[in-house]
């Protein structure tokens, strides 16, 4: 069974920096693209970035563009989000979520619980 | 970037009622549209994805419908484990949008 599991979340500073994780285990990593979704509380959701099966293709959201920075480590079946000069407006719950196939076409069917990120001074 | 819009944003509905969502694109995305239920506190579920194709484990009264940019989830009879919020994704784009949720509720 494909299973994700978040890490990192927490309290960062605005201006601040924080690193997710995603632990895959399940099915084969290196095979499918991979998704951060974020959900600010009380909203809805909002795709953030993407990466490709090999890690060579990177894809973000306008609103962090810049910011963030996706990769993956296939060996290690992790993928992480760099998040630099965090904003009030980066506050939210932090998902992981797999491609259901290998073309990319981000139809996500396997996602992480979510990790809580709170940006305040 | 592709803008969703769906509509209601909320219903009151009772159990066995037949409950339509619908999913409007900014521009066509044939069939690349996706509609996941999110319980509080839980992450996500795919329910269906390009329009219609329904995924295992996933109830038949649960159905999709549309392409170009109209779109269409239905519920045949609704049941007390389907009160939750419904979310439209088009997966058209390398940017992926979502829409802003239908949240159905106990009438």
């Known amino acids: 069974e494909a299973q994700l599991l978040e890490s990192g979340g927490g309290l960062g500073q605005p201006g601040g920096s924080l690193r997710l994780s995603c632990a895959a285990s399940?099915?084969?990593?290196?095979?499918?693209?991979m998704n951060w979704v974020r959900q600010a509380p009380g909203g809805g959701l909002e795709w953030v970035s993407a990466?490709?099966?090999?890690?060579?293709?990177?894809y973000y959201a306008d609103s962090v563009k810049g910011r963030f920075t996706i990769s993956r480590d296939n060996s290690n079946h992790t993928v992480h989000l760099q998040m630099n000069s965090l904003r009030a407006e980066d506050t939210a719950v932090y998902y992981c979520?797999?491609?259901?196939?290998?073309?990319?076409?981000?139809?996500?069917?396997?996602w992480g619980q979510g990790t809580t990120v709170t940006v305040s001074s | 970037d592709i803008q969703m819009t769906q509509s209601p944003s909320s219903l009151s509905a009772s159990v066995r009622d037949r409950v339509t969502i619908s999913c409007r694109a900014s521009?066509?995305?044939?069939?690349?549209l996706n509609w996941y239920q999110q319980k509080p506190g839980k992450a996500p579920k795919l329910l269906i994805s390009a329009a219609s194709s329904l995924q295992g484990g996933v109830p038949s009264r649960f159905s999709g419908s549309g392409s170009g940019t109209e779109f269409t989830l239905t519920i045949s009879s609704l049941q007390p484990e389907d009160f939750a919020t419904y979310y439209c994704q088009e997966s058209y784009s390398t940017s992926p949008t979502f829409g802003q949720g239908t949240k159905v509720e106990i009438k």
């Open positions: 990466v490709s099966g090999s890690g060579f293709k990177t």
């Open positions: 399940g099915f084969t990593f290196s095979s499918y693209d």
């Open positions: 979520a797999k491609d259901i196939g290998t073309y990319g076409d981000s139809t996500m069917d396997v």
């Open positions: 521009q066509t995305i044939a069939t690349y």
